[in-house]
């Protein structure tokens, strides 16, 4: 079971105080306090509990989001691993209903993103990445994959949802939010309270996607 001060550690999502080293302070602590107030039950849930409840939105509640949980959210993000810790990350929320309009009109699939009181878009930079992993790819779609899991459980943990949409014009996005030419979008999903979800998705057996030694 994972205790309080694990779970701020990896999606700082809870009030409580962590010492960290401070990186120009020869590895002296320093103390990193991150208060999200007016805390649920819900908010508290364990990682796995989170990770477990997540689903696909189909339709969001007007309702805003509270600046609060949009920044535990990012804060989330911000926690996530990367190559070489270089977090070659950007996210953009749209709040605009005009922008949001348009953004949906440049996405396939995307009836419901003008509905959500709020779009985030992740951006990669690509001057911030590995520019070759594995001998054969940058590292950031690894680099936003991780990030893109933790802005989802944190989302889901927060009593919000998400519903990530990956089929897009890139330059109809980037035109849109001034998006600079060294860094592409990965995806963007709407923000919100769910009033309602997809029909629940399938998973593969552990099985079928687990092995020990050697690929099976």
């Known amino acids: 079971m994972l205790d309080r001060r694990t779970i701020i550690l990896r999606f700082a999502l809870l009030q409580d105080q962590v010492a960290l080293p ?9 103390t990193l306090i991150i208060t999200t107030p007016n805390r649920t039950l819900r908010d508290d849930m ?4 989170a990770i477990k409840s997540v689903k696909s939105v ?3 509640k007007p ?10 959210i990012m804060n989330a993000a911000r926690f996530a691993p990367s190559a070489e810790n270089l977090q070659p ?8 209903e005009d922008r949001k309009r348009k953004l949906a009109g440049a996405c396939t699939n995307s009836k419901h993103m003008a509905d959500a009181p709020l779009v985030m878009v992740a951006c990669a930079r690509l001057d911030e990445a590995i520019a070759m992993v594995g001998g054969y790819m940058n590292s950031y779609p690894v680099d936003l994959g991780m ?10 943990s927060e009593g919000l949802g998400t519903s990530w949409i990956f089929a897009f014009n890139e330059e109809k996005v980037k ?5 600079p030419a060294d860094a592409h979008v990965v995806g963007l999903t709407p923000l919100g309270i769910p009033e309602a979800f997809e029909a629940p998705a399938g998973r593969k057996h552990l099985s079928e996607i687990l092995a020990y030694n050697a690929y099976e």
């Open 63 to 72: 309702d805003p989001v509270p600046e609060q949980k949009v920044q535990a």
């Open 46 to 49: 364990e990682a796995l509990e």
């Open 58 to 60: 189909s339709k969001y």
């Open 22 to 30: 401070h990186p120009h302070l020869n590895n002296r602590m320093e």
């Open 175 to 179: 035109s849109l939010l001034n998006i």
């Open 89 to 96: 990350w950007k996210f953009i929320v749209v709040s605009d």
């Open 147 to 156: 990030a893109l899991a933790n802005v989802t459980v944190a989302a889901t």
